[in-house]
């Protein structure tokens, strides 16, 4: 099984396609914000772009956190959302260490499914689906 990767960060022009194809093709919403992948600067334009994202834990802190177990663990690193099973409390957004969850107005929780489509909008190929190595919490994958 293979995870998102961001290995190319340097090329990244803060144009948000990622972002907007995971919203799009994913979760079906057209805001940026309501996507598994979201890019910031990194403070500067000098300074560049990061992806912030699940980064695919082999030991999900968010699953650990969740009540309902609307979480669940993918085989290969990262997790899966059950919608129909998630009250919408938030503890696995406060749960994970790298702010890969997101939460909108609306309650409804945003994660990388690790599903890759956003790979293939990225115009200065930024990203990478790699094959899955045990991650630690919290480690930057290159
Ligand atoms: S704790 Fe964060 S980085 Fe780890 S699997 Fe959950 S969402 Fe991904
Ligand atoms: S918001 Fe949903 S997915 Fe997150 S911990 Fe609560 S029930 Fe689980």
Same mark, same amino acid.
């Given at each position: ?19 907007? &194809?995971? &919203? ?17 600067? &990194? ?88 094959? &899955? ?10």
């Amino acid at each position: 099984m293979k995870i998102l990767t961001a290995p190319h960060m340097e090329r990244c022009i803060g144009c948000h396609s990622c972002s907007l &194809a995971c &919203a799009r093709l994913v979760h079906k919403k057209l805001s940026w914000e309501s996507a598994g992948i979201r890019i910031r600067s &990194a403070g500067g334009l000098s300074t560049g772009f990061y992806a912030v994202r699940c980064l695919g834990c082999a030991d999900p802190f968010c699953v650990a956190a969740c009540p309902t177990g609307a979480l669940i663990r993918r085989r290969g690193g990262g997790v899966l959302l059950r919608e129909k099973k998630c009250i919408q409390c938030g503890d696995c957004v406060q749960a994970c260490p790298v702010e890969g969850i997101v939460q909108d107005r609306d309650g409804r929780i945003y994660v990388c499914l690790q599903c890759g489509q956003c790979v293939d909008y990225c115009p200065h190929d930024c990203l990478e689906m790699r094959e &899955a190595r045990s991650v630690e919490p919290g480690e930057v994958i290159a």
